[in-house]
DNA sequence: TTGATTTGTCGCCGCTCGCCTACATTAGCT
DNA sequence: AGCTAATGTAGGCGAGCGGCGACAAATCAA
């Protein structure tokens, strides 16, 4: 989902941690931040670190990325998305539809 | 691109930079910070304000995604990607190689 | 409702931010 | 080489961060 402001960090961190089971006290000890802190990143703090920022992204589990003019789509070492075997699919299609 | 660290993030900004041609003072008064920050910001500064780093993105016209457990695809008000019409790629494609 | 957990708010305080100006260094030209 | 623009660095400054402990308020379960 596309993030365009601080505000729009805070619901997604907020939604993943509940979708987590976990309490911002867990959040905050697994992403070594103050639960304060989780208390204002989810009302959409401005001024927050970046680092802590991205520990917390990291501790949800959650992937950032960057796409526009002048950027890569993939980096070397990351992996891309998995071919589709487009025959395989369309064949076991045909054999459950008719 | 994946981001990882405020040092990606570093990168990514000043390829996207130079790949517009803008110089850091240009696009420091585009994304309303000083050019020191821009400076800080791309050599992968942990503690700089989520705000700013976001200005800033929007000032290169890039555009930010989270992914994960628990994160919708898209919003509501998102562009969903595009349909494909795959008969009409499977016709084309018979009507080239063979 | 009652009790317990979770979440939001307050004040304090050391620390760092980010802007500014000015200077040093490096790149990009001809 | 020599000049100019661009980039990196330094010190100083006000402002606000983020951690802490302690409370209030809201949420949830029985």
């Known amino acids: 989902m596309r993030v365009n402001t601080?505000?729009?960090?805070?619901?997604l961190i907020r939604q993943a941690r509940k979708a987590?089971?976990?309490?911002?006290?867990?959040?905050?000890?697994s992403a070594a931040v103050g639960r304060q802190w989780i208390v204002e990143i989810e009302a959409g703090k401005?001024?927050?670190e970046?680092?802590?920022?991205?520990?917390t992204?990291?501790?949800?589990?959650?992937t950032l990325s960057i796409r526009g003019?002048?950027?890569?789509?993939t980096r070397k070492s990351e992996v891309p998305i998995e071919a589709i075997d487009l025959q395989a699919v369309l064949?076991?299609?045909r054999?459950?539809?008719r």
């Open 95 to 97: 054999r459950t539809s």
């Open 20 to 29: 987590r089971g976990m309490t911002q006290q867990q959040l905050a000890r």
């Open 69 to 73: 003019e002048g950027i890569p789509e």
């Open 50 to 55: 970046l680092g802590k920022v991205m520990q």
């Open 91 to 93: 064949d076991a299609h």
């Open 57 to 62: 992204l990291a501790a949800l589990d959650l």
């Open 46 to 48: 401005r001024r927050a």
């Open 6 to 11: 601080p505000v729009d960090f805070g619901l």
